[in-house]
């Protein structure tokens, strides 16, 4: 008799990320159900977990891109804006300035790690998070309600796709003195209601946080899973990723940050579906955005990445059939987006002057543009992959 356990889901698809060119998940999706592939879960993180979003309010494709293409949702992303000139002083955006040259310095480090981390605490850490983040929300309490509104009335009534977004948090263990603390990170998995029945019957290796191996105790080895929960709050804290966005507060998790801690969360999709459509993804800048993952996760993303794109699937359901080229997983070609799509999501401009980092967003008519070029990409791409694979 086989023991295996059976995987809840026949096909999962992973929103890694992506940023302002969260669109391409969109005709990634819209071609994977165009071929009969649609996924049964999505697991979103970061600017992903917004794509994860609007799968979930506009399942049909077509219904998907007059949402994706709306002013709705057009509003929702001119919302995340740079901090205005007279929203920090100037001593705070020299020690913006100051803090990126010294979390590059300590990244050339290799003993950096551990000691660094003796150092800090809870309460520095999110002070420096929220007091040096480059970007807010406008109206962030009600930042994705339009989006919602948009959906009940244009969409028709189909099935969407299970969801499940990524974030992390501040983790705090009981201690008298709050201030110096030493400080952990928890992955957080905000998952559907059916996962407290999974969950149970999981051991304990299964659900660790796969970072926690490269963070030398800076990230709690376990995961908080989540199934009571509202999108627009975790939205939030799946893509507030740091120095980009502030910390946001969840009240029954404390202060929460961004999903980079497991952008691409492979282990966990290869666990819950027999056929697996994940992305390939471009290293991270060595520059500023492998330092601050560095800095506050206490992990080398590259690292990661390498480990993510080498992982080979070792648990099979009974009901797979190895044979079967849909029952694998499934690595979408999108490392370029950055070079493909440029132009096509929103600029950023450094000004010397102010010394902020500037959000250009375009006008309606180039919003729809961008997101007409992304889904494309996305789209074209995921075809290809199934011709070319037999899908």
């Known amino acids: 008799m086989n023991n295996q356990q059976v995987k809840p889901y026949e096909r999962v698809q992973l929103f890694s990320g992506g940023g302002s060119r969260f669109g391409y998940y969109l005709g ?40 994706m293409y709306s002013r709705e949702l057009y509003r929702v992303i001119t919302a995340i804006r740079h901090v205005a000139p007279d929203e920090a002083n100037k001593r705070l955006k020299l020690r ?18 551990q000691g660094q981390r003796q150092a800090d605490s ?15 929300i406008d109206n962030e309490q009600y930042w994705l309600d339009e989006l919602s509104q948009f959906a009940a009335i244009n969409n028709t009534d189909k099935t969407s796709p299970e969801i499940a977004i990524i974030a992390s948090r501040l983790y705090q263990a009981p201690t008298d003195d709050s201030f110096n603390a030493i400080l952990t990170l928890q992955e957080l998995l905000f998952a559907p209601p059916r996962f407290e029945h999974y969950v149970s019957n999981l051991t304990d290796e299964k659900m660790k ?35 980009y966005l502030p910390p946001t507060h969840i009240t029954e998790l404390g202060w929460c940050l961004g999903g ?39 992990f080398d993303p590259n690292e990661r990445l390498a480990a993510v794109h080498g992982y080979q699937p070792t648990s099979v359901s009974p009901r797979t059939d190895t044979t079967n080229k ?66």
Request: proline letters at 4%; one cysteine or more.
């Open 209 to 243: 946080s796969p970072a926690h191996t490269f963070a030398n105790g800076r990230i709690h080895t376990s995961v908080k899973v989540q199934t009571q929960w509202d999108f627009a709050p975790v939205i939030r804290a799946s893509m507030a990723d740091m120095y």
């Open 260 to 298: 980079v801690i497991n952008l691409t969360p492979i282990e966990l999709a290869c666990q819950l579906g027999d056929s697996v459509f994940a992305e390939t993804k471009a290293g991270y800048d060595a520059w500023l955005a492998a330092p601050a993952i560095q800095r506050v996760f206490g």
């Open 96 to 113: 913006y300035m100051t803090h990126a040259l010294k979390r590059w310095r300590l990244s050339k480090q290799r003993d950096n790690g």
């Open 28 to 67: 990634s999706y819209a071609a994977l159900a165009a071929h009969d592939l649609t996924p049964d879960i999505i697991v979103g993180t970061c600017g992903g977990s917004l794509s994860a979003y609007l799968v979930q309010l506009a399942p049909d494709p077509k219904d998907l891109q007059a949402l």
């Open 326 to 391: 849909n029952h694998q997983l499934h690595w979408l070609p999108f490392a370029d987006n950055e070079q493909q799509l440029r132009g096509q999501n929103v600029q950023k401009r450094f000004n010397l002057k102010q010394m902020t980092v500037e959000l250009i967003h375009s006008d309606y008519d180039g919003f729809v543009q961008q997101m007409q070029a992304q889904w494309q990409y996305g789209y074209q791409r995921t075809v290809d992959y199934i011709q070319q694979h037999k899908l």
């Open 122 to 136: 809870y309460e520095r850490l999110l002070n420096e998070l929220q007091q040096l983040a480059m970007f807010r």
